[in-house]
């Protein structure tokens, strides 16, 4: 009984929290990329700043022609993944330059 209390008390709110937001996210386009979201985020760099932790502000960005909207901010675990598809490093060495490095 008591978790039916609960389960309805949080609906009421989350169904009242977002009826309360007045400002969606507008449709990420030419006319607006390289803004952010919320619009706040673009005339404040404190306010952008305090909103990274929650990963925003976003950007909207075209890659590949499709148009989108992106965080700023990566987790770890994501470059956890990218680390392991980068290419090898190439050190070319110089005929003239007989040190070596050391092992």
Known sequence: MRYRWFGLL???LSGA???ADPSQRP???KQNEGRLWPEEANDNPKFARALMAY???EVC????GQHGWRSLTVSISKLRQDASHKR???VKSNATNKQRLPE
Do not use: E, F
């Open 55 to 57: 990963g925003y502000p």
């Open 17 to 19: 929290a977002t009826a």
């Open 10 to 12: 949080l609906l009421i």
């Open 88 to 90: 090898p490093v190439v």
């Open 27 to 29: 449709a990420c386009a």
């Open 61 to 64: 960005t075209c890659q590949k």
